[in-house]
């Protein structure tokens, strides 16, 4: 055989190899290492805003957005850079900021832009939501593998970030191609005999690229130093509980004591500029928000029906029953409908897979069917909030996430902060906020001052009023809890004296505890999603905080 005929055969082996790989060969584990720390911490700049010349650019060390835009008002700011990504922001009055939303994913992101000259506004854009990677860590569970389906999940070696939720595998000879729905992450994945060299992209644009092997041994993840704030109060036998494990997977607590905060401790390496995924906690922020559009007269009562804020598609929907699913009985949640599947879930709290599954979750949550007359019993779950978020949308003039952002956030001086989103991109207002335990701290010293944050109104006190009482209790829950305006009611006992306690949660632990009797606020974030713990802030709140906390 002549060697042109030898390397042309060796070619066409080689090519059949690897157009013929078959991810059986794949499923495992794989590591490898992210380049440096900062590597998901974005710098995002604005550049000649107004002008013919203006552009939006992201950078890390490398260049990686540079895209021209331009726009005939500064009044709202509206970018789309890149295919299924945005920026929309607006300028403040004074013309030195720009605050505004990266869309991208199911996530918006919020961006403080400050002007640093004439012509540019710089921010920073944290995708993983953490300030600096304590690990470089970079795993890759490849599963499933059967010729060219498989399934592979990104696992980052610092466990603060919340992980990844993957979707639409796909193989094409020897790459292969992924998306992360919830950060809107892309993966590109080359094939080779003993590696897999990926690269983490957002749209066409490349973050950076990582060379995989195969796992050897036990991957990594976490073992983080503690990060201590603010002791003035002493919880030293609450510290050794959290430090023992006894106490699991305890993230932060912060205390605040007629306005001053007295202790603030985090743990696992979490940090104070970290949010931390609020999960149901943030349905009480979707309380304020209503509550902000009522003082606004932007409705008339919260006796109005549903059906008053929905488009004319959804009004097949309504009947007899159905038209008296009023605001009130949402905030309560004593709409009486069936959404959330409570008959058949009557033990858990909300069942959002019941509706998020589908196409349409408005149609989906209309069609569900009523257990009650509403107003009359209530259930904990998500669809009941998630209306009040398409009714709110409805009446704003301007995009909701901006009206958030301008009438609450801002008005308390945050930031750092991320809204989840339905399917339609809206905020969704049935849990998903990220929110730092500080500024949590903030929105629990709100509702305990009546409205007012730095002596400013933010909301009325009759608003505070209402969502602080005492509506319902709770069937589907097993401590029957009373409820307001997704608000629960909580009473600890302590040295003879029952205390009342208002408060947000959400699964895995987080919480935001509201006492008007004792002037104080405590906040406790937490990772305890699978082991049953949900409630475990209760626990360090009534045995390890309320007893030294004295009236």
């Not at 001052?449 to 209790?473: A, C, E, M, P």
């Amino acid at each position: 055989m002549r060697i042109k005929d030898l390397i042309l055969l060796l070619t066409i082996l080689y090519s059949y190899s690897v157009y013929t790989q078959n991810m059986v060969e794949y499923t495992s584990g794989w590591e490898g290492k992210i380049e440096n720390s900062k590597t998901f911490n974005l710098k995002v700049e604005i550049e000649n805003l107004g002008l013919e010349k203006a552009r939006f650019k992201i950078s890390n060390k490398t260049n990686i957005i540079d895209h021209p835009f331009n726009i005939k008002s500064t009044s709202l700011i509206e970018i789309p850079f890149s295919e299924n990504y945005s920026f929309k922001g607006i300028l403040s009055k004074n013309g030195k900021e720009i605050n505004g939303f990266i869309n991208s994913g199911i996530l918006l992101y919020h961006l403080k832009l400050t002007q640093a000259d004439n012509n540019t506004f710089v921010g920073i854009w944290n995708v993983l939501m953490v300030d600096e990677l304590k690990s470089l860590n970079f795993y890759l569970s490849v599963e499933n593998g059967v010729e060219n389906k498989y399934e592979a999940y990104p696992i980052f070696g610092d466990n603060r970030f919340t992980g990844t939720w993957c979707n639409n595998f796909q193989k094409e000879n020897d790459a292969i191609s992924f998306t992360d729905f919830k950060t809107g992450l892309k993966f590109k994945g080359k094939l080779t005999t003993d590696e897999i060299q990926l690269g983490i992209y957002l749209g066409n644009n490349l973050l950076t690229e990582i060379d995989l092997k195969k796992s050897k041994t036990d991957w990594k993840i976490g073992g983080l130093l503690n990060n201590n704030k603010i002791s003035i109060l002493k919880l030293t036998e609450m510290e050794k509980f959290i430090s023992k494990d006894s106490l699991p997977n305890t993230h932060s607590v912060l205390i605040s004591k007629k306005g001053k905060i007295v202790y603030e401790k985090y743990f696992d390496g979490y940090n104070a500029n970290i949010p931390h995924d609020m999960k149901s906690a943030s349905k009480s922020i979707s309380s304020a928000i209503v509550g902000i559009a009522k003082d606004k007269s932007l409705f008339t009562s919260i006796k109005q029906s549903i059906f008053d804020f929905l488009p004319k598609k959804y009004q097949t929907h309504k009947d007899n029953q159905k038209t008296q699913i009023d605001i009130q009985s949402l905030l309560t949640m004593s709409s009486g409908l069936d959404a959330d599947d409570y008959t058949r879930e009557r033990k858990s709290s909300a069942s959002e897979n019941n509706y998020q599954p589908t196409k349409d979750w408005t149609e989906t949550v209309l069609k569900a069917p009523m257990i009650n007359k509403p107003n009359t019993e209530a259930n904990y779950g998500s669809a009941n909030p998630y209306l009040l978020g398409i009714a709110i949308d409805s009446i704003v003039s301007e995009p909701l996430e901006l009206f958030m952002d301008k009438y609450l956030f801002q008005e308390l001086e945050i930031s750092n902060y991320i809204i989840q989103t339905d399917l339609k991109g809206k905020p969704y207002f049935g849990g998903g906020m990220y929110l730092t335990p500080r500024d949590m701290l903030k929105f629990g010293e709100l509702y305990l001052n009546q409205g007012k944050w730095n002596s400013k109104r933010i909301l009325s006190k009759k608003w505070v009023k209402y969502s602080f009482k005492n509506y319902h209790n709770l069937e589907n829950v097993p401590d029957k809890n009373g409820y307001g305006y997704l608000w629960w009611h909580n009473t600890y006992p302590i040295n003879g004296k029952n205390i009342e306690s208002v408060e947000a949660r959400g699964a895995g632990g987080q919480y935001i505890f509201v006492i008007p009797y004792l002037k104080v606020v405590v906040v406790i974030t937490s990772g305890n999603y699978r082991n049953g713990k949900t409630q475990q802030p209760e626990e360090i709140f009534e045995k390890h905080i309320l007893p030294y906390i004295k009236n």
